[in-house]
C-alpha cells in the first residue's frame, strides 16, 4: 500500500505545480538520465574499417579456425556463403571455418560501401572468393556489422550469399 500512496502523492505534486504560478525552470530527469548514460564514440575512419576485411582474410590464410573465429564478437551472428546452417557460438563457427578453409580461400572485394556511426560500423557489398585447392570461384553479396569493443573491431553480424544470377 505504501507505494501507491506515494504515487498518488507525487501525481498530487505534479499535477500542483501545473496549476501554480511558472518557476525556474528545473533539468528534466531524463535529460540528466541521457548525459549519465552518454557513450565516447572512437574516431575512426573507412580506411579502418575496410582493412578489417583484410584481417579477417588474413586469418583465413592461416588455416586456423580458431584464429577466423577471433575476428567475432560474443553473440555474434555468422550467415555464411556456403552453409544453410546459421552459426552463433564460437565452436559453431570454427566447424564451419574449419571445412570453409579445407579448400583454401582468399577472398577479394569487388565493390563495397562504409557506414560509419558511434563504435559500430558497417562494410557491405560484393567479394570473390578463389579457392586455391580446386581453383573454382564464389561470387558472393556479404555484409559486416562491427562494434568497437574498447580495444578492437569485432565482427557482430556477417552475412555473406552466393550471387543470384550466374554470369
Known amino acids: 500500500m505504501k507505494p501507491t500512496l506515494a504515487l498518488v502523492a507525487t501525481l498530487s505534486a505534479l499535477l500542483a505545480a501545473c496549476t501554480s504560478a511558472p518557476t525556474a525552470p528545473v533539468a528534466?530527469?531524463?535529460?540528466?538520465?541521457?548525459?549519465?548514460?552518454?557513450?565516447?564514440?572512437?574516431?575512426?575512419?573507412?580506411?579502418?574499417?575496410?582493412?578489417?576485411?583484410?584481417?579477417?582474410?588474413?586469418?583465413?590464410?592461416?588455416?586456423?579456425?580458431?584464429?577466423?573465429?577471433?575476428?567475432?564478437?560474443?553473440?555474434?551472428?555468422?550467415?555464411?556463403?556456403?552453409?544453410?546452417?546459421p552459426r552463433y557460438s564460437a565452436a559453431e563457427k570454427e566447424d564451419y571455418f574449419h571445412h570453409f578453409l579445407e579448400n583454401k580461400p582468399?577472398?577479394?572485394?569487388?565493390?563495397?560501401?562504409?557506414?560509419?556511426?558511434?563504435?559500430?560500423?558497417?562494410?557491405?557489398?560484393?567479394?570473390?572468393?578463389?579457392?586455391?585447392?580446386?581453383?573454382?570461384?564464389?561470387?558472393?553479396?556479404?555484409?559486416?556489422t562491427y562494434k568497437w569493443d574498447g580495444s578492437q573491431w569485432l565482427i557482430t553480424t556477417h552475412h555473406s550469399s552466393g550471387m543470384p544470377e550466374k554470369g
Open 106 to 144: 582468399v577472398g577479394h572485394i569487388d565493390a563495397r560501401r562504409v557506414f560509419i556511426g558511434c563504435n559500430t560500423a558497417v562494410d557491405a557489398g560484393l567479394y570473390t572468393f578463389t579457392f586455391a585447392k580446386t581453383g573454382a570461384q564464389v561470387h558472393a553479396r556479404y555484409s559486416y
Open 28 to 85: 528534466a530527469p531524463a535529460a540528466t538520465a541521457v548525459a549519465a548514460h552518454a557513450e565516447t564514440c572512437k574516431a575512426t575512419s573507412e580506411a579502418e574499417i575496410t582493412a578489417l576485411f583484410d584481417r579477417w582474410n588474413q586469418s583465413l590464410q592461416s588455416g586456423d579456425p580458431h584464429k577466423v573465429s577471433a575476428n567475432y564478437a560474443e553473440g555474434s551472428l555468422l550467415l555464411p556463403t556456403v552453409s544453410n546452417t
